[in-house]
């Protein structure tokens, strides 16, 4: 299984971005494949998820209701977006995506130690 991160940008606040986490090497029904992101000095935080086989997500409190994840399949390819809608300065940060098993995704805090890939994370920084 590999990920590749792709779309950070320096927005404004209130702005919108999509991120997209291509995958190759896993099945059209995919575990699950989750959002995390981190800043400098902190802890690696879980953003949001979703299970390949019934497409249930997951979102972490502070980002309900601004960001949404939604996959995009194309034969054994899977893409795997973050829309982020209404950005403040404290969503700035690196974001990376992991693919982890079915139960990683299942409605409770995300943990990183539950996925076992990673990609190299993309920049997302929210500033006027």
């Known amino acids: 299984v590999q990920l590749v991160e792709s779309g950070g940008s320096l927005v404004q606040p209130g702005g919108s971005l999509t991120l997209s986490c291509a995958g190759s090497?896993?099945?059209?029904?995919?575990?699950?494949i989750a959002w995390f992101r981190q800043t400098p000095g902190q802890e690696r935080e879980g953003v949001s998820c979703?299970?390949?086989?019934?497409?249930?997500?997951?979102?972490t409190n502070s980002v309900k209701g601004r960001f949404t994840v939604y996959d995009f399949r194309d034969g054994a390819k899977n893409t795997i977006f973050l829309e982020m809608n209404s950005l403040r300065p404290e969503d700035t940060a690196v974001y990376y995506c992991?693919?982890?098993?079915?139960?990683?995704?299942?409605?409770?805090?995300?943990?990183?130690?539950?996925?076992?890939?990673w990609g190299h994370g993309t920049q997302v920084t929210v500033s006027s």
């Open positions: 992991a693919a982890g098993s079915r139960l990683a995704c299942s409605g409770k805090r995300l943990s990183r130690d539950d996925f076992a890939t």
């Open positions: 979703i299970r390949g086989s019934d497409r249930s997500r997951y979102y």
């Open positions: 090497g896993f099945t059209s029904d995919y575990s699950s």
